[in-house]
């Protein structure tokens, strides 16, 4: 048993990415939805074993092939990565059994395998970004769980669904690129690839040309892949045209990996003082935060597919969780990391019973109906359940207390306070408002219209309820116990953020 | 288990009963009333230990790092308590004969959703911190959204939302920066008397932090923050009468009231306050105005519910340990007189299908026992003796002659006048006019049982207040000297 403990670095991105080429050998759609299942809970199950390890012991340093760094690759599993690949492999584990009964409709019967295929490889990138202390690796598993990614969004039935994946490629080529043009740059002035051994190295040569450069280029690309407004336009149609249960665990995860990406770039290699005392970094990250809780978040007000409504409301609550990082405070980045986890499963809650509704909405056969407005008239009374539920998490979004948001948005609001930016409060009290509205439009909806006739009472199927709601449950648990969350996220920001630096 | 986590439970558990029960409307009933009165069985038992002097306290968990979801039972706690579970018996058996009475429709929902507000109300008078107050206090709105909107009319929509976007708005822009910045200077949120703000706090600090609590508390409808409470009145007049005149606005005032004895202090708000005086005088003088025009009898009601609250702001804001007094003996007084009016509004909808003013024509030879009723409720609001209204009016104007404030004896005695500008015609009309001729063609009587002797033993309660007021102050009495 020990041994298995010593190793689990190693399961955690292995066991995933085994079950992706045994799915595509099988090519059955129902072996390979075990096969990938069980290696998600299997994923899930590691990183708690690493969140229970990392919590007794510290940081964990795993040799791949025991080669020692910074000649071999490093696993590197610091409070931060724990905590993020706990969200990741644990939204794994609860869409994929829901995705059974989702693709059943969603997807042509001969591609499932390739979905379960897809999602394993996608799951196994983003886990690997994060558990990885390597640069080049980063870049590497960025591409996996990207190139995969496209896919899924592709095998939305939806025409649209190959356009809205084409510029996500586009878009997201152009950041990869400039990641790898960034970690070149890094690796011309330190001669390693090495995280740890980069950070050493880089002081004394922060300021020259190159390791500007590669901030730079590193920013940006990152920025385009977790959708830093205005860098987000791949975002709305990617989530609006891609299968529901895709839609649902991209939101939870992908960009939420490379938010985990910019704070290990800028926290751990580049360093504070370069970012947020010698450079204007603060200030844009501030701006462009602020930007995206106004633009997006009125962007949503206005949007007639629900799917896409909360796709522009995602915008939106990234611009909190880089306005928290903004801070370079413990209670900021708090308020990021806390924030980054509580949105991704308010987020995943929703998106899951939206899925469930287009299929409640749908006629026998018939194609899939998008979730426009006119379609929601009265859907209280016809799915209480998931009406009810993403109302709750709707709540969340706003930052009702006693939600998950609630308690993100506490932490944000304290940084601000503690910086003396009382305008920056204001910005982020009056931005939650702007929640309230996109989310009482759709209760208004659903609630007061009246249902068209010969509407009958069609819940989503339970296997898709029940993931759903663990997670509508999640959301209000971790609103009101949040020892886990906020413990685990303050440790993380302090082992980041140097105190009294 | 203790009486205060039962006093949690029974509405929580009675909320599952009335819901499971919902096929069955006269168990269903049974219910809710059983709840009511083992609530306030509960309730009360917290009274004798209050009275003596102790302070019954539970910490269900901790939400944040050093931040307990908390209660603990102190003096204005215990006395909007008794009230909201109180009042609650006398509105569930009027409530069976108005819902019955109008034939409304998702009776069960209605149900099940006033036990949570209860439970909420209660949550929110036994609060031992601000987090736990504020939780519950958007929980309180949240709750009774489904209440106001009840309808589900395109009317009642826009009232609903007129409702959510200024309680939401206000307690989200304001309270919400406001606990969270108590909490960043003083470390604590516990309520506690003298106050808990740092010593030596910059008094420009101070107002702020004041103006944002008390815009932030929008269920005390301070002006210009008032239109949801007549948005509200869409309900039905149950709700309109319970919460809408008892639990939803003392909890406003109740909040307003304790936020100045716990987390301020008295001492601190020093001369901070005039500007608070001012405004709450505004309203009570402006809203009494509207009331005056309002030709729906709800809507003169609503509107006299903000005025009267601004009373009780007005005797806050007045910071002397009398009119803390005052205040508090105000939130009961106007529950009794209040609720009393809105039954009536609500017996006289139900049997005489009348929502304005000036159809009350004669009204009161055919429901004799309501108008009486209405009758014991405006005179007790006008501050006639020997009315409940009469006693914290009393210690309202004496504070505030005491510290020589000439702008609140203004206001006060200005308002008089008004509120028996806008009573007086009504009950006139009612007795001594003659029914229109159309009337005489439509015969009614009273409203059913249920509600008459519903509003009775409130307008009862209301002359009771008077005469036994002494342990009503002996209760209050420790506000005054903290």
Known sequence: ?501 | MSALQLVFLIPLLGAVGIALSGKWPNLRESVTITTAVLLFGTVLQLLDPVLAGERPELVLFEILPGLNIAFKVEPLGMLFGLIASGLWIVNSVYSIGYMRGNDEKNQTRFYVCFALSIAAALAIAFAGNLLTLFLFYEALTLITYPLVTHAGTDKARAGGRTYLAILIGTSILFLLPAVIYVWHVAGTTDFTAGGILPAGMDSGAVSVLLALFMFGIGKAALMPFHRWLPAAMVAPTPVSALLHAVAVVKAGVFSVVKVIVYVFGLDTLAGATDWLVAISGFTIVAASIVALHADNLKRRLAYSTVSQLSYIVLAAALIAPLSIVGAALHIATHAFAKITLFFTAGAIYTAAHKTEVSQLNGIGKRMPWTMAAFTIGALSLIGVPPLAGFVSKWFILMSAAEGGHFLAIAVLVISTLLNAAYFLPIIHAAFFKPLSDEDEHHPHGEAPLPMVLALLTTAAGTIALFFFSTPLLRLVQPLAAS
């Open chain 1, 1 to 501: 048993m020990s041994s298995i403990a010593a190793h689990l670095p190693a399961l955690q991105v292995v066991l995933p990415l085994i079950s992706a080429p045994l799915a595509v050998l099988l090519r059955h759609g129902g072996f390979a939805f075990v096969i990938v299942t069980a290696g998600a809970w299997a994923a899930f199950a590691a990183a708690i074993g690493l969140w229970l390890q990392t919590g007794e012991t510290g940081t964990i340093s795993y040799h791949i092939g025991s080669w020692a760094p910074p000649w071999g690759i490093e696993y590197r599993v610091d409070r931060l990565a724990s905590f993020v690949l706990l969200l990741v492999s644990g939204t794994a584990a609860i869409v994929l059994p829901y995705s059974r009964a989702s693709i059943e409709r969603e997807i042509p019967r001969d591609l499932h395998y390739l979905y379960y295929a897809m999602f394993s490889l996608c799951l196994a990138g983003l886990l690997g970004i994060t558990i990885t202390g390597d640069a080049f690796n980063i870049f590497v598993f960025m591409e996996i769980s990207s190139l995969s990614a496209y896919v899924l969004i592709a095998l939305g039935r939806d025409r649209r669904a190959l356009a809205a994946s084409f510029r996500y490629l586009i878009m997201g080529t152009i950041g990869a690129t400039f990641i790898v043009i960034g970690i070149g740059f890094l690796y011309l002035m330190t001669g390693t690839l090495n995280l740890v051994d980069m950070a050493e190295r880089l002081r004394g040569v922060e300021s020259s040309r190159p390791v500007l450069a590669a901030l730079a280029f590193i920013t940006v690309g990152v920025s385009l892949k977790l959708a830093l407004f205005p860098l987000h336009q791949w975002l709305p149609n990617a989530y609006t045209y891609a299968p529901s249960a895709v839609t649902a665990f991209l939101a939870a995860t992908a960009t939420k990996v490379s938010v985990y990406v910019l704070i290990r770039f800028w926290f751990s290699v580049f360093g504070e003082t370069l970012v947020f005392e010698k450079l204007p970094l603060p200030q844009i990250l501030l701006l462009l935060s602020l930007a995206a809780m106004f633009a997006a978040s009125f962007t949503a007000i206005f949007q007639d597919n629900l799917k896409r409504l909360f796709a522009y409301s995602s915008v939106g609550q990234i611009g909190y969780i880089t306005l928290g990082m903004s801070f370079d405070s413990v209670n900021g980045l708090d308020a990021a990391i806390l924030h980054l986890f509580n949105h991704g499963i308010t987020k995943a809650a929703i998106f899951l019973l939206i899925g469930g509704m287009v299929i409640g909405l749908a006629k026998p056969g018939a194609v899939l109906p998008e979730p426009t407005f006119d379609r929601l008239a009265g859907l209280a009374r016809r799915m209480p359940l998931t009406c009810f539920g993403i109302v709750i998490a709707g709540l969340s979004l706003i930052g009702v207390p006693g939600t998950a948001g609630f308690v993100s948005k506490w932490y944000l609001i304290l940084a601000a306070m503690e910086k003396g930016q009382f305008w920056i409060v204001g910005a982020i009290l009056l931005s939650s408002l702007l929640a309230v509205v996109y989310v009482w439009r759709f209760v208004e909806v659903a609630y007061f219209k009246p249902a068209p006739e010969g509407a009958s009472k069609q819940e989503a199927p339970l296997s898709m309820l029940i993931p759903a709601w663990i997670l509508v449950i999640a959301t209000i648990w971790f609103g009101l116990d949040t020892s886990f969350t906020v413990g685990t996220a303050t440790e993380a920001a302090l082992q980041l953020v140097k105190v009294g630096r």
